[in-house]
């Protein structure tokens, strides 16, 4: 029986029943791929059952086990983790077949990234290095040194170029494909594990082998192709089978669009190595896996015509759009995403990661309450990995605060403080700063409006209570920081500072939670009422506060932190405000939601309350970055205004490592979040031609 007659009989026995669409709606319409005559939805999969596994293995028929490990992962996307797990472990009981081996340390990569914990990384890597064992084991063998050296002469002996990957059999191929794969999974891994510069170093060059590899089989496919076209055959060569393809775009877009994230400068001088970042290649690369394209809602490639990797790929897109849009601007497209993830949560409805990509995505439209629904419906639908609830955790933590639910966000707080192990120190001052926020809001008889909370003990908290314990987690934040390739993590160095700081100014920050709000983008993509009932309200009563004192500073919490908390407010201001006037580009603005201040107004007082920042900002004793934030702010407010030259001059002085600001103290040096801003700095320079800022 050929593959396509196996195919049409699985799919028969499919169930065709109409599905339920993310919204809740009954979809009966979607676009039908038709396989001899059998028309199907496109996101229909070809399993109802285990494939077979062929038992006993031989290395030269790896290639018949993708099939299983197609089905593997659709169980680990439609939340079936541990069955996935089982299955894999069932299929391959002597860890010896290629697939199998990689497809056990992926999930095995995945849950060390989720919990980062010492033994689950540990655990990760073992894995990931048998993986990367196998393939080498399946890899075609590198010639000898005379081999090597008569490779020079006749392009055809090779060992490292098109001509000997055209040399090898297909399961070689895979096996080199499978190689690059394993190697990054345990670069990684290792990067997040290793406690000194010596292993970064070598995890940093594994990942430079890595790149290498992706290379030279893109090379290979391009050239195969042109080669088919030149014979009057299709576009893509027939020869090399899906399953490659799906593999080798997802490894050649990955390695170009990390390389094109690098500031212009950097990327440069990589580039003299032979290194290239080119965004819309990669993004059109990844995006070929599926066959997504800017006219079409629906995939030009069905998921019974897909590699192997295509979802993946899928998923490395979402994770740009939505993810890395946090710190860049051009490529993003977040209208791209939502196709992505509309088709994706047919195919998977129960499938957490692509209910977290809903989530995010309704963040970036503003619709915090949106996401906040599908955040809880990622956390409902599997409870096999309780370390993927703190992702949901995290980012309700995030969208409560954009609608300024401090109940909300606070329970999501406590949850990961308790329970999550990636950053203990962030996760305490977000609580910390939520008990502050609360004990005021309660103070003042606010609140009302808000949803009942599940805050552990909330009635017996009284707001004295609840500041003591904001105390005793902010005298614990310093010591709970963590390190990266020996280096520490930027936020958990940020948020150790302001907890000292609030120890050292008698237990006391100005807008913490709104600060945070702003790092975290909860601002950027909270309705414009909520900025403009509830967020500026909080800034106009620090700022009356602190015009109280404006004519004797010590009179100000004895004197003690006047001019930061001044330039603090003033920058949030201008956030609140600049928002109200240029919302997100990518924002649904609902019309209930929209504000009552006018554009020109909201804009006028955000460009002056970014000018008081920098204008009082050598008056600030610790809070430099200040300054350098409203820079990056009044340039962004100038590029929505159209002035390019104004918003260029802004963000070259946050890049030009001039020192902006000298405090009383005379000190100069790093700020805190420096490579965050440059990073976004960078981001908006190249993007102020897209009117994406």
């Known amino acids: 029986m050929s593959e396509l007659d196996i195919t049409v009989e699985r799919l028969s026995a499919q169930n065709t029943e109409a599905t339920t669409t993310p919204e809740g709606t009954t979809d009966t319409s979607t676009p039908t791929t038709s396989i ?126 098109v001509g000997f990957i055209r040399s090898m059999t297909d399961v070689e191929r895979h096996a080199e494909l499978v190689y690059a794969e394993s190697l990054f999974e345990k670069a990684l891994l290792g990067i997040v594990y290793s406690g000194d510069w010596l292993a970064f170093i070598k995890e940093t060059l594994n990942m430079r082998t890595t790149i290498q590899v992706y290379r030279t089989l893109h090379k290979y496919i391009n050239t195969m192709d042109a080669e088919s076209v030149a014979r009057g055959g299709p576009a893509e060569d027939s020869s090399i089978d899906t399953h490659f393809r799906s593999g080798v775009y997802l490894g050649a877009g990955m390695s170009s669009l990390i390389l094109s994230l690098l500031p212009t400068k950097l990327l440069t001088i990589v580039e003299m190595f032979g290194y290239k970042g080119d965004r819309a290649e990669a993004l059109e690369l990844l995006g070929r896996a599926g066959g997504w394209s800017r006219d079409s809602d629906e995939p030009g490639v069905s998921a019974a015509q897909e590699g192997v990797r295509r979802t993946i790929c899928d998923m490395a897109l979402l994770i740009f759009h939505l993810v890395l849009s946090s710190f860049t601007f051009d490529g993003v497209d977040v209208t791209m995403a939502q196709k992505i ?74 949850v990961l403080q308790v329970e999550a192990t990636w950053s203990k120190s962030i996760y305490s001052y977000g609580m910390a700063v939520g008990l502050l926020e609360l004990a005021d809001a309660l103070e003042r008889g606010e609140l009302e409006s808000e949803p009942k909370s599940n805050i552990t003990n909330e009635k017996a908290r009284t707001p004295a209570k609840m500041r003591e314990e904001a105390t005793k987690l902010m005298e614990k934040v310093p010591g709970l920081r963590q390190k990266i390739a020996g280096k520490s993590i930027p936020l958990e160095k940020f948020v150790a500072r302001k907890a000292r700081k609030y120890i050292s100014q008698d237990r006391r920050l100005a807008l913490p939670m709104l600060e945070l709000a702003y790092l975290a983008l909860a601002i950027a993509h909270a309705p414009m009422n909520v900025v403009e009932t509830s967020m500026i309200p909080e800034v106009n009563r620090t700022l009356a506060e602190l015009d109280k004192c404006r004519d004797n500073h010590r009179n100000y919490y004895n004197g003690k932190g006047y001019w930061d908390d001044y330039c603090l407010a003033k920058l949030l201001e201008g956030v609140c405000k600049r928002y109200v006037a240029y919302p997100d580009p990518d924002a649904e603005l609902d019309p209930a939601q929209l504000s009552n201040i006018p554009r020109d107004q909201a804009a006028k007082e955000a460009k002056a309350a970014f000018h008081a920042v920098l204008e009082h900002g050598p008056k600030i004793d610790f809070d430099h970055q200040l300054v350098y934030q409203a820079h990056y702010e009044v340039g962004r407010l100038l590029a929505c205004q159209d002035d390019t030259a104004g918003a260029t001059k802004h963000f070259d002085l946050v890049l030009s490592g001039k020192y902006l600001e000298v405090g009383p103290s005379g000190r100069k040096g790093k700020y805190s979040l420096e490579n965050a801003l440059h990073m976004r700095t960078h981001a908006a320079l190249e993007a102020l031609h897209q009117k994406r800022l």
């Open 341 to 414: 993830i509309n088709w994706n949560l047919k195919r998977y409805p129960d499938g957490v990661f692509f209910l977290f990509g809903a989530g995010r995505a309704s963040l970036a439209r503003s619709q915090p309450l949106r996401a906040i629904g599908y955040y809880t419906r990622a956390m409902e639908v599997q409870a096999q990995y309780r370390n993927l609830h703190h992702i949901s955790y995290w980012e309700i933590a995030i969208a409560r605060m954009a609608l300024w639910h401090i109940r909300g966000s606070l329970e999501a707080w406590e």
């Open 36 to 161: 001899t005559g059998l028309d199907i939805p496109s996101y229909r999969s070809i399993f109802n059952s285990p494939p077979p596994i062929k038992y006993p293995y031989r290395p030269n028929e790896a290639l018949g086990d993708i099939p299983g490990i197609s089905y593997a992962l659709e169980l680990f996307l439609a939340s079936h983790m541990v069955e996935s797990e089982d299955y894999c472990n069932k299929s391959d009981v002597n860890k010896e077949r290629l697939y199998f081996a990689t497809g056990y340390g992926l999930i095995q990569c995945v849950k060390a990234l989720m919990s980062y914990a010492d033994e689950d990384i540990l655990s990760g890597i073992e894995h990931t290095k048998l993986g990367n064992l196998i393939a080498t084991q399946h890899r075609k063998k590198a010639a000898f040194f005379t081999s090597r050296l008569a490779g020079y002469v006749v392009s055809s002996l090779n060992t490292t170029g």
